[in-house]
C-alpha cells in the first residue's frame, strides 16, 4: 500500500460508500468512515455489516472506524474519498473549515454536479475551497457496487492530473476483483458520468412505455454520439492545451452501456417508475436512493445553455423530469429526431 495516500477516510456509507470501503479493507487498508446515521455506526461496530446498503458485505472490526463526526475524520486523514449523493454533498462537506480541504488528497466518487452550484466537485472545490486541483482524483466506472459485494470482476478509471497520486490510488484499488485504469481527464469523465445518468434514466422510461431492445439500442447509440459531442466541444472550449482524452474506453462507452442496461441501475430503475406513471417524489421513496440523473438533468440543462453546447436527447429528460413534459410525448419526439 503506498505511503503517498496516508490514513485514508471515506465521507458516505451508501451503496458505493459501502462497496469502495469493501474494496480498499479487502486489500489490508483500514478507513475511518464517516457515517451520518448513529443505528448504522453501533451496527457496523456490533455487527461489522452496513444495515441498509449491501448488507452482505461484512467488514473485519479492525479495518473500520466509522464515526459521524466530519470533522474528526478530515482531521485525522491524509486521503478522503467523497461518496455521498452529489445533492448532499455542499451541505456535509461545508461544515469543514475551508483551510482543512486545502492539504488533503480528495478522491471523488460522486457521479452528479453539485445541484446547488451546478459545478463538478473539483471545479467548486478549486473556486470556493481553494484546493489544489493537482490533488484530487475522480473515479468512475463501468462498476456496480452490488457486483463488487460479490466480487465480480469490475473496472475503475482514476482520472487525475499528477501521475504519481493517481497510480496510488490505482494501485490501493487493483485486486482480483478491480481492474483500474487511469487518465489525465478530470472533467470529461465526470462529465461522462453524470450525463450517463441522465441517458439510463432515459432507457428506463422508454423500457416502461414497452419499447423494445431494438429501439433502446438505437437510443443508447444516439446517446454515445451526443455525449461525445458534448465531451469534444467541452474540451476545445474549455480546455484545449490539455492532453486530448480518448472517448471511446470504458469509462464512458462502458459506463453509459452498463447503467442503461443493468437492473443495478437506480437511474435506470427511476427511469422505469416515471415511465410507469409515478411522481418524482413518489419513485423516489419507493427507491430509498437518490438517483443521480434526476438533479444532473438539471445541472446539465444549465451547462449546455452556458456553454452553447446543445444536448438534446438529455433536454427532452431535463423536460419530462422537471417541466412536466409527458413521457410519451418526449419519446415520441426522440422517435423522430433519430429517423
Known sequence: MSNKLGQIGIIGNGSWGTALAKILTDNGQPIQWWVRNEEAIKYLKSRQHNPHYLTSVRFMPDTIFPTNDINAIVDSCDTLIVAVPSAYTQSIITQVDKAKWQQKNIISAIKGILPDSNLLLNDYLTSQFNTSLEKYISITGPCHAEEVADERLSYLTFSGLDDSLTHAVAEAFQNTYINTTCNH?????????????????????????????????????????????????????????????????SAYLGDLLVTCYSLHSRNRTFGTMIGKGYSVKAATLEMNMVAEGYYAARGMQSISQQLSIPIPIASFIYKMLWENLPPSDGFLKLEKMFS
Open 185 to 249: 481527464d478530470i472533467w470529461g469523465a465526470q462529465f461522462a458520468a453524470v450525463l450517463k445518468n441522465i441517458y439510463a434514466i432515459g432507457a428506463g422510461i422508454a423500457r416502461a412505455l414497452d419499447y423494445g431492445d431494438n429501439f433502446v439500442s438505437v437510443y443508447i447509440t444516439n446517446c454515445y454520439r451526443e455525449m461525445y459531442k458534448f465531451l469534444e466541444a467541452h474540451f476545445e472550449k474549455v480546455h484545449p492545451s490539455n492532453e486530448r482524452p480518448d472517448f471511446h474506453t
